[in-house]
T-cell receptor, first 113, second 115 residues
């Protein structure tokens, strides 16, 4: 069965620090990869997605992620975080032509101003 | 075009009560799914459907029933609510796009408390 691992449960950063959240998945075939963000009290919002092509994908709010197929990884990065990035971040995977996403357990990011 | 609509947004049930969480989409997507979100557990798949009349179990199906009589609707039924079903529930619809990927759209969630 597919699974998604997010390495960090809770990350605490100061404003302007750089961010990298790890995500690894277990599935040997072709996959689509996603990062979602959930701000406190709100619903899920898509940050970025990877289907094919350039393994470096850029999303909203200055986030980017790199797909490294050999490492089964899809890490999320942001060069300089802001207090407003405080949220929970979820990595998700779906196999090509699959029907439902499989999510990691999430990483809570707390940014202090 | 409303996307994925979930009702209600909030619900409190007593143990043993039954209820149905509604999910409707107006995008003509074949695939729909239900997730529950619990602290530290991420979103876990409850049930999913690949089309009208076809449903299957996900990771945590016990205590929940689904049906898919139309493309638009995918209700989630709790037959006898238990405190362990206190959670936030998300419905999603998805479709395979022409890039070989799957696009998913989520509803705004239903916060359910079972006392």
């Amino acid at each position: 069965a597919q699974s998604v691992s997010q390495h960090n449960h809770h990350v605490i950063l100061s404003e302007a620090a750089s961010l990298e959240l790890g995500c690894n998945y277990s599935y040997g075939g072709t996959v689509n990869l996603f990062w979602y963000v959930q701000y406190p009290g709100q619903h899920l919002q898509l940050l970025l997605k990877y289907f094919s092509g350039d393994p470096l994908v850029k999303g909203i709010k200055g986030f980017e992620a790199e797909f490294i197929k050999s490492k089964f990884s899809f890490n999320l990065r942001k060069p300089s975080v802001q207090w407003s990035d405080t949220a929970e971040y979820f990595c998700a995977v779906i196999r090509q032509a699959g029907t439902a996403l499989i999510f990691g357990k999430g990483t809570t990011l707390s940014v202090s101003s | 075009n409303a996307g994925v609509t979930q009702t209600p947004k909030f619900q409190v049930l007593k143990t043993g009560q039954s209820m149905t969480l509604q999910c409707a989409q107006d995008m003509n997507h074949e695939y729909m799914s239900w997730y529950r979100q619990d602290p530290g557990m991420g979103l876990r798949l409850i049930h999913y459907s690949v089309g009208a009349g076809i449903t299957d179990q996900g990771e945590v199906p016990n205590g929940y029933n689904v049906s898919r009589s139309t493309t638009e609707d995918f209700p989630l039924r709790l037959l006898s609510a238990a405190p362990s079903q206190t959670s936030v529930y998300f419905c999603a619809s998805s479709y395979p796009n022409n890039l070989g990927g799957t696009e998913a759209f989520f509803g705004q969630g239903t916060r359910l408390t079972v006392v």
